[in-house]
């Protein structure tokens, strides 16, 4: 991972993608290929180191590990998917610092088990952080998802005509509203 940490920060640090780096490992911990994101347009992280794969190694990439600072995207935009394109390259094990905090990127990791990889998460997360987080302070946090607000108050029944109980939220609401 320190090595992906170190190479990270060959690409633009102002890009509006993160600096991310990626160290392609034999089964006995030597690199094989490594790669970084050279900026917006360009191949990500994965994707270079994938392609830098020598010949013998592309017919055992089973045998592979795939160290990223971070976890590979999992949307298409000016590129690929990494998540993609790593498990169709039949990497066995991918191992990353920080998760994705994309709305729409996140999710590899996902992708990645579903394609039968070996997915191993938060290898070094506070020295990635200190690599990447300019870019994880301008990218907008992921939308929380709504809440609709309720009428709640520690009893119930808010109003009592005629020896009626009317309530103004169901029994559901104050269990809901307060996870």
């Known amino acids: 991972m320190r090595r992906a ?89 991918v191992v990353y610092a920080l998760s994705d905090p994309g709305d729409a990127s996140s999710g590899g990791a996902a992708t990645l088990r579903a394609a039968g990889v070996e997915v191993i998460a938060g290898v070094l997360p506070g020295e990635a952080r200190a690599v990447i987080g300019p870019w994880l302070a301008r990218v907008p946090a992921a939308p929380t998802p709504p809440i609709q607000d309720a009428a709640s108050t520690p009893t119930p029944p808010i109003e009592r005509r005629a020896q009626r109980e009317v309530e103004i939220t169901p029994p559901t609401s104050p269990a809901r509203t307060s996870r």
């Open 5 to 93: 940490l170190v190479i990270a920060r060959r690409g633009p640090a102002g890009d509006i993608n993160p600096q991310v780096g990626c160290v392609v490992l034999d089964p006995e911990g030597r690199i094989v290929s490594e790669g970084w994101h050279r900026g917006a347009g360009t191949p990500h992280a994965e994707v270079d180191a994938l392609s830098r794969v020598p010949e013998e190694w592309r017919r055992r990439s089973r045998e592979l590990t795939a160290v990223v600072t971070l976890e590979p995207c999992n949307h298409t935009g000016r590129t690929g998917p990494c998540a993609v394109a790593l498990s169709e390259f039949g990497i066995g094990t």
